[in-house]
Nanobody
Framework: QVQLRESGGGLVQPGGSLRLSCAAS????????MSWYRQAPAKERELVAT????????NYADSVKGRFTISRDNVKRTVYLGMNNLKSEDTAVYYC???????WGQGTQVTVSS
């Protein structure tokens, strides 16, 4: 049974930082690229960042490039999203997702507000 458990979200002021984690189980984690997506109220889910299975290649949406960092620990079966210089438009529910699979977790809420 595939499980994806996101954590680390919360309320942060503009300019602040957060680090999200996603603990995965039930599939061969090190064989899959992993992505972070987000969905803001009344908007479609959008791709934020992707990391290759070995962690050697990363890609980012233009809106987060230079502010967010995706990383992974294949021993811990965990993918991370470091977020710096947060803006109000980063407010959303954030989800991790194994590329090519249909599984999604419950997500973690990030709210950027003063």
């Amino acid at each position: 049974q595939v499980q994806l458990r996101e954590s680390g979200g919360g309320l942060v002021q503009p300019g602040g930082s957060l680090r999200l984690s996603c603990a995965a189980s039930g599939f061969i984690f090190h064989s899959y690229a992993m992505s972070w997506y987000r969905q803001a109220p009344a908007k479609e889910r959008e791709l934020v960042a992707t990391i290759s299975s070995a962690g050697s290649t990363t890609n980012y949406a233009d809106s987060v490039k230079g502010r967010f960092t995706i990383s992974r620990d294949n021993v811990k079966r965990t993918v991370y999203l470091g977020m710096n210089n947060l803006k109000s438009e980063d407010t959303a529910v954030y989800y991790c997702h194994p590329v090519g699979r249909s599984n999604w977790g419950q997500g973690t809420q990030v709210t950027v507000s003063s």
